[in-house]
């Protein structure tokens, strides 16, 4: 299957390690050249958060039917809530001729790596998961019980991050502006490469 659009870029990492930060500043920087794909989630809207702008907010009955006609990427059950990436939330970003952002869970990427969508794969790190905790504690968006459940799951996404050839990069965000300036750094060599590769045909006009 023949490529639409140029190569997504993959943001993963725990709870807390600022993933969504850095893609805040990405997408403020580049709004023309980068789109965020929506994801879909059975989970309720946290305070300030938007329909089809942070998550297309839906129930499990109508996720999991979509899920079963094919209409998705990829899915992941987290905290007992689904989440996932759409078909169409990607080619609505890629139709415009951005680079597709997705921020996804570990499962997620799984799957991702299984389709044709040869994606850049980033996983940002915490510095500690006593610092993760730290900043989970700080948001005072869950019970012990729940911050629990997250940290168990950012270990496991930790070790699943730093096994090579998992990811492209893995960025450790122990101080935000080098973080975002290694992603930058990262993401600018990458499409600068497969422009390059691309110029020769793109100058052949009539």
């Known amino acids: 299957m023949v ?15 600022g993933k969504s930060t850095l893609l805040k500043r990405l ?24 329909n089809g702008v942070h998550y297309h907010f839906t ?7 979509a899920v079963q006609k094919g209409e998705f990427i990829e899915t992941a059950t987290f905290s007992g809530n689904m989440y996932g990436t759409s078909k169409r ?27 044709d969508l040869d994606p850049l794969l980033v996983f940002v790190m915490p510095p500690s998961i006593e610092e993760l905790e730290r900043r989970l504690r700080a948001r005072n968006t869950e019970n012990d019980e729940a ?18 050839g998992n990811f492209h990069i893995i960025i450790l965000n122990d101080n935000l502006d080098k973080a975002y300036a290694e992603l930058r750094e990262f993401i600018s060599q990458n499409i600068k490469e497969k422009d390059e590769a691309n110029t020769p045909t793109e100058d052949k006009q009539q």
């Open 3 to 17: 490529q639409k659009g140029p190569r997504p870029l993959v943001l993963c990492g725990p709870s807390g390690s």
């Open 27 to 50: 997408l403020k920087e580049f709004p023309d050249k980068f789109g965020f794909s929506v994801s879909h989630t059975t989970r309720a809207p946290r305070p300030g958060e938007a």
């Open 59 to 65: 129930n499990k009955k109508d996720m999991i039917e």
């Open 89 to 115: 939330a990607v080619d609505d970003v890629r139709r415009t001729g951005k680079i597709c952002v997705l921020d996804i869970e570990i499962e997620g990427v799984k799957q991702v790596k299984k389709t």
């Open 147 to 164: 911050l629990k459940k997250r940290l168990t799951t950012a270990q496991r996404e930790i070790e699943f991050g730093q096994e090579p």
